[in-house]
């Protein structure tokens, strides 16, 4: 089986901008707990139960995309395509 490469194409700017993103996008995780407490019993199934349903129709388009572009990379491989490189 032939064994296929990576080529690196991220520079340190690339690597500190997602590290950022990262640390930033992590801000609804730590106040996710507070906005529950501040809804009470009701908000938060209701929350709960809406973002239940929102995260089947991302497994649903997430498997769309993988039957139709079937590359290992997962979502780099999704964004590639539809916006170039």
């Keep these: ?4 490469k990576f080529d690196r194409v991220l520079g ?5 901008a997602l590290a950022f993103g990262a640390m930033i996008g992590w801000g609804w995780v730590i106040l996710a707990g507070m906005w529950i407490q501040k809804a009470g019993s009701l908000g938060a199934m209701a929350a709960f139960g809406l973002g239940g349903i929102m995260i089947v129709f991302v497994g649903l388009v997430y498997a769309e995309l993988t039957s139709a572009l079937p590359q290992s990379g997962g979502a780099q491989v999704f964004s590639q395509r539809a916006l170039g490189k």
């Design 1 to 4: 089986m032939e064994e296929k």
């Design 12 to 16: 340190k700017k690339d690597v500190l």
